[in-house]
């Protein structure tokens, strides 16, 4: 079974408009991370927003928000106010454990498209 | 955030060549770096994790003997592919975690091309 699941390949959405990326994961292990990477057409992986397995709000980190859903085992990423520059792919990822040897399985990435 | 940087970005070789490609974290220690492949439009897919001073741990399926890892210093990780050939092409990238660090840091990546 995946490890992370992302079920939109694309996504379209107007500028100023919030989007809502979905993201479910599987696992049997009680303390895991989850993240949020955008990576523009030049390649590099940016880090956008963390939710650990026992935290017990939403992460946000500006116009990013996490909205972790435990018990569905669920970490859509919110984008609010979206912009020009949003337009990339965003992969969701986790890691499961506290070692920091253990590495981040990555969903395939949606592709967000922003137009003007 | 941490920096990690990835040396060549951009690398072409003849078949059977070997390319080596760097991944330095600048002001940390990273006791741990991975390695990922990422092929046009699709997922990472980690390759192998590194431990400095130890042999790397290589995935299912990767080639330990084709895609050499070093990591010999708390600062520098390094991939070699060797008798490089078309179908390795591909965007290598690198990421480093410290000890301390909740989140891995990644390079800026190197998208290879053999000829």
């Known amino acids: 079974a995946q490890k992370i699941t992302q079920t939109q390949p694309g996504m379209f959405v107007q500028e100023k408009e919030a989007v809502t990326l979905d993201c479910t994961y599987d696992?049997?292990?009680?303390?895991?991370?989850l993240f949020w990477y955008k990576q523009p057409s030049s390649g590099e992986m940016i880090f956008l927003i963390y939710?650990?397995?026992?935290?017990?709000q939403n992460a946000t980190e500006g116009r990013y928000s996490l909205n972790f859903q435990k018990a569905r085992k669920s970490a859509n990423l919110v984008i609010s106010a979206s912009q020009l520059g949003d337009s990339a792919m965003y992969f969701c990822?986790?890691?499961?454990?506290?070692?920091?040897?253990?590495?981040?399985?990555f969903g395939k990435g949606t592709t967000l498209s922003v137009s003007s | 955030g941490a920096v990690v940087s990835q040396h060549p970005s951009r690398v072409i070789c003849k078949s059977g060549t070997s390319v080596k490609i760097e991944c330095r974290s600048l002001?940390?220690?990273?006791?741990?770096m991975f390695w990922y492949r990422q092929f046009p439009k699709q997922s990472l897919m980690l390759m192998a994790t590194?431990?400095?001073?130890?042999?790397?741990?290589?995935e299912q399926g990767v080639e330990k003997d084709k895609f050499l890892i070093n990591h010999a210093s708390l600062t520098l990780s390094t991939l070699t592919v060797t008798s490089a050939h078309p179908e390795d092409s591909s965007f290598y990238i690198c990421?480093?975690?410290?000890?301390?660090?909740?989140?891995?840091?990644f390079g800026q990546g190197t998208r290879l091309t053999v000829v």
């Open positions: 990421s480093a975690r410290g000890q301390q660090n909740t989140e891995a840091f």
């Open positions: 696992t049997s292990d009680p303390s895991y991370g």
């Open positions: 939710q650990g397995s026992y935290d017990q």
């Open positions: 990822a986790m890691r499961e454990g506290r070692q920091a040897g253990t590495a981040l399985i």
């Open positions: 002001d940390f220690q990273a006791t741990t």
């Open positions: 590194s431990n400095e001073g130890s042999k790397a741990t290589y």
